[in-house]
Nanobody, 115 residues
Framework: QVQLVESGGGLVQPGGSLTLSCVAS????????MGWYRQAPGKQRELVAT???????NYAESLKGRFTISRDNAKNTVYLQMNSLKPEDTAVYYC?????????WGQGTQVTVSS
């Protein structure tokens, strides 16, 4: 079993920055990839970014250049650096982890971009 705990969400003004963190614990010996998804009110959950164990990144096209995903393997932590935030980035951001057999989700952290 794997547990994912996100942190770093909050209220930020348009143009501001936030960094989300997700710590993985449990049976994480065979992680294929970690990443972030988000879900805005009334919308489906969508990809933000993923990072494979081999270092390959995949970003939502609309977020390239503003968001950066990174990982600290020693700390079993994945980060999402978000810059130049816009009101449309407001959503619950979910951490995601994929092993050979399963996919796991965190409980989500709210990001609100508003003046």
């Amino acid at each position: 079993q794997v547990q994912l705990v996100e942190s770093g969400g909050g209220l930020v003004q348009p143009g501001g920055s936030l960094t989300l963190s997700c710590v993985a614990s449990g049976s994480i010996s065979s992680v294929n990839a970690m990443g972030w998804y988000r879900q805005a009110p009334g919308k489906q959950r969508e990809l933000v970014a993923t990072l494979t164990s081999g270092g390959h990144t995949n970003y939502a096209e609309s977020l390239k250049g503003r968001f950066t995903i990174s990982r600290d393997n020693a700390k079993n932590t994945v980060y999402l650096q978000m810059n130049s935030l816009k009101p449309e980035d407001t959503a619950v951001y979910y951490c995601w982890l994929a092993t050979m057999r399963n996919v796991y989700w965190g409980q989500g952290t709210q990001v609100t971009v508003s003046s």
